[in-house]
């Protein structure tokens, strides 16, 4: 009877021990989850904060006179100026967003027009060199920009095409990089379930449509968001072949605010931030899935 | 498997695009890498000398080198232990969301935050001086991103930014594993230890090398916020490739950064293969 009893109390300790494991557990957690959300905090609230406030809060960081950087959480005075004048007194942000905008959809369309039909000619068919070229295709895509830029370079000249949005656009639409994505998710699709379709007669362009594009939703949904996060961040390649500044996306004119004007840089931030935010909600499952696909290896 | 002409139907766009805008006019850079920039004549091995004797070049492939280095095997490890960690907490659905936040802030967004946070008069000195203050320590201020420190802030960022997808993948790794097994090897008497490396290890190949390619991949993108904070030339200890390319295209210096394109280019190819190689042998054997 004693020993049970003993037993019974071990177990209870050892249980309560577990909680506070668990519980320190998720304080350490926790904590990397404040540093994401410092910087967000600190755009939100600068962006309704007045011109003079801020002016007096971050001459120190940015003139290296008087003490140290100041900032309120409550802004003294809040206001919605620097987003009233943002949005209704500098057609140039608006052209900028349109910009981006326009640059950030076209590639991602083109990119499932040419993209999603090569990763379901690799997922799917047998071909002269198929492993030679999908080898050729990964190693595309690991390459950094910087060893291509040259190349990019050559072709856009030669094609006339510098200085025009459709040097950035057209080389990422032929990234590898939604191919290799893409891939794993079709490499899901049952072998019997397309043969079963051709038995049935149907032809090849639509077995890709009927049953390709639908099951391997997961690869191509994640290959889009991912893309989408990357070139609404585009930098690199405006930077070397858009000379015009009215040609360039959002993500280049945040920088060119200067400090003085600090209010707008943080509306701007924080109508920047709104995209890619809202397209993370709604992508957030599809990035694991199709990602994982493509670390199997069928 | 299909055999036939509908595969190449179904790649030929992406294909010709692809020889179009990336491996013809590479094969220009090849020549031209062997070229004088401006009289077109065979110069050799010239343009290749030239830069394995500049030290701009050699710095930025030492940063570049050591950045990597130092970075990816922290964000795996990092990423496999929160992933590992975060399997036996509540709510962890939205702490997932918040750790894989940063994905979706703007380049140019977080480099205005880290001005306020890492210059000379930022938050960081600010409560820094206010912390030794207070306990009675003497302290110098630094200015964190035109220091030998912006590497370090370049590192953290990174990890900042990518930890959180690196640990969605590893769990989503993890979920993979086949749970009899797990089990098995439990009432086998197998510790958690033993556990990890002999039944979850091995498992997770797959994932390991997914996990890599796409960390690699984001190391080189690490520039934007580099160049966003510090400008085009910042602190020799974040002197990359990335700036050096860039510096070298708006000086029209072709010919160098044609032999460095190339150079590049074929280390690369051999790390690829390396990986791809251990990859191949991890995943059949």
């Not at chain 2, 590992?84 to 702490?95: D, E, K, N, P």
Request: glycine share 10%.
């Amino acid at each position: 009877m004693k020993g049970s009893w003993e037993l019974a109390k071990r177990k209870k300790i050892k249980s309560g021990l577990n909680t506070a494991k668990r519980y320190l557990l998720e304080t350490i957690l926790i904590c990397p989850v404040v540093m994401v959300c410092i910087p967000i905090v600190l755009l939100i609230t600068g962006a309704f904060m007045g011109r003079d406030e801020l002016r007096e809060g971050l001459s120190p960081v940015f003139t290296g006179m008087g003490g140290y950087i100041q900032w309120n959480l409550m802004p003294d005075y809040p206001t919605f100026e620097n987003y009233k004048r943002l949005l209704f007194e500098m057609p140039q942000f608006f052209v900028l967003f349109w910009n981006s905008v326009k640059m950030t959809g076209c590639i991602l369309a083109g990119q499932c027009l040419v993209g999603m039909p090569a990763a379901w000619a690799f997922a799917v068919y047998r071909f002269r060199f198929d492993k030679a070229v999908f080898t050729l295709y990964v190693v595309l895509m690991l390459m950094p920009f910087q060893v291509m830029m040259l190349s990019n370079y050559l072709v856009l000249d030669r094609l006339g095409l510098m200085d025009t949005q459709w040097a950035v656009i057209l080389p990422a639409v032929f990234s590898t990089f939604p191919v290799f994505i893409c891939y794993g998710g079709f490499r899901q699709i049952p072998g019997a379930v397309l043969e079963s379709a051709r038995i049935d007669g149907a032809g090849e362009l639509l077995i890709f449509y009927k049953i390709g594009l639908p099951l391997g939703k997961g690869g191509i949904l994640s290959a889009m968001t991912l893309g989408f996060l990357e070139y609404w961040n585009l930098m690199e390649q405006p930077l070397a072949f858009l000379e015009s500044k009215r040609l360039w996306p959002l993500s280049l004119y945040l920088p060119e605010i200067t400090w003085e004007q600090a209010g707008y840089a943080f509306a701007a931030s924080v109508i920047t931030l709104i995209p890619p935010v809202f397209v993370f909600l709604m992508g957030q499952d599809y990035l694991e899935q199709g990602i994982v696909y493509a670390g199997l290896k069928g | 498997m299909r055999k036939g002409k509908a595969g190449f139907i179904f790649l030929a766009p992406s294909f010709l695009g692809t020889l179009i805008f990336v491996l013809l006019p590479f094969m220009d850079v090849v020549k031209r890498s062997f070229m004088t920039a401006i009289t077109k004549e065979g110069a050799g091995m010239h343009n290749y000398r030239i830069i394995f004797t500049n030290s701009a070049f050699l710095l930025a492939v030492k940063n570049t080198l050591r950045f990597a280095l130092v970075c990816i095997p922290l964000l795996v490890m990092l990423g496999l232990a929160i992933a590992l960690a975060m399997g036996s907490i509540r709510h962890m659905q939205a702490v997932k969301s918040l750790y894989l936040f940063p994905l979706a802030m703007p380049t140019a967004a977080v480099a205005v935050v880290w001005k306020m946070v890492f210059y000379e008069r930022g938050f960081l000195n600010k409560y820094l001086e206010r912390f030794c203050t207070h306990f009675g320590m003497g302290m110098e201020t630094v200015d964190y991103i035109g220091s030998g420190a912006a590497f370090y802030v370049l590192a953290g960022t990174y990890l900042w930014k990518n930890l959180g997808f690196t640990v969605v993948l590893w769990l989503a790794g993890i979920m993979g594993v086949n749970g009899d097994v797990m089990e098995a090897a439990k009432v086998d008497g197998a510790g958690g230890l033993q556990r990890f490396w002999y039944v979850l290890l091995p498992d997770l190949k797959g994932s390991l090398y997914i996990i890599v390619v796409i960390s690699f991949l984001n190391s080189f993108k690490i520039y934007r916020e580099a160049y966003l904070a510090a400008g085009a030339y910042p602190h020799e200890s974040i002197y990359m490739l990335q700036h050096l390319f860039n510096n070298w295209f708006v000086n029209l210096d072709l010919d160098k950064m044609a032999a460095a394109a190339v150079a590049c280019g074929l280390f690369f190819l051999a790390f690829i293969m390396l990986l791809q190689g251990l990859w191949d042998k991890g995943t059949d054997g």
